[in-house]
């Protein structure tokens, strides 16, 4: 399942994958594989993330029908 | 023939060891911060375990099957030709599906490096083979030799660098704002 969130932070931050990337210590390729809901990130990943984007991982990463 | 024999096997065992220093002074060279061991994020490390498995059933794949060629027939090929098929079919198979799921680049590579340093090697396997080939001592009496292994490696980097190229090209296909 995509995650239109995530994306929609990172665009919201004006940040390109690349940048996000680089800011997490991961791979464009990681954060595409994210967004695109082809990977499921670790935790820590997920805490990197909501950090830069200034976000909570309810708001990123928890599944929409449940919060 | 014995002296020849063991030379060939000294000579051998010394081009690895060379080998291996220049391997790792290469690695190093070919990374931002200068460290051997190339790092990636939890993502590239997942893929790339699974590249390995698939490389290592490619492998088991070849050897099992070469265990049906029965003892009595004749592979028109030096052994180390033989040898070396399955290590580069391998390498191929884990790079290759680690290139085209993303995970073949590391976070400290230095990518403009790497693409200068397999070109070059690729370039010396291709000169290699041709040598030999100009000078007929590709095949004698009938059997391959050892020099076809250039022609090999110089193959895998080339399947290497179309599997690069087609991710490429797919990569760039993606919405990326």
């Known amino acids: 399942m995509k995650n239109l969130r995530l994306k929609a932070a990172r665009v919201g931050k004006d940040l390109s994958q690349d940048e996000l990337a680089k800011l997490t210590g991961v791979s464009r390729q990681t954060i595409s594989a994210i967004e695109k809901g082809d990977y499921n990130p670790t935790i820590n990943l997920c805490i990197n993330i909501c950090r830069v984007l200034g976000k909570t991982l309810d708001e990123l990463f928890w599944p929409e029908n449940e919060t | ?177």
């Not at chain 2, 690695?27 to 460290?35: E, L, V």
């Not at chain 2, 009595?72 to 391998?90: D, T, W």
């Not at chain 2, 009496?141 to 193959?155: E, H, I, K, S």
């Open chain 2, 1 to 177: 023939m014995e002296k020849y024999e063991l030379g060939r096997s000294v000579g051998l065992a010394v081009g690895v060891a060379v080998g291996l220093v220049l391997a790792l002074l290469v690695m190093r060279y070919m990374n931002k911060d200068h460290k051997v061991k190339t790092e990636y994020d939890e993502m590239q490390k997942a893929i790339r375990n699974i590249g390995y498995k698939y490389a290592f059933y490619t492998v088991i794949i070849f050897e099992a099957l070469l265990c049906l060629v029965p003892a009595s027939a004749q592979i028109p090929a030096e052994p180390i030709v033989i040898h070396f098929i399955p290590i580069f079919l391998g390498i191929v198979v884990q790079c290759g599906y680690c290139i085209w799921k993303g995970a073949y680049v590391g976070l400290n590579t230095n990518m403009k490096r790497y693409l200068i340093f397999a070109v070059v090697i690729s370039l010396i396997n291709f000169f290699s083979f041709f040598a030999a080939w100009k000078n007929d001592a590709l095949i004698v009496d009938g059997v391959l030799q050892t020099p076809f292994v250039n022609l090999l490696c110089a193959v895998m980097f080339a399947v290497l660098g179309v599997i690069g190229l087609l991710r490429r090209s797919a990569d760039r296909g993606e919405a990326e704002e």
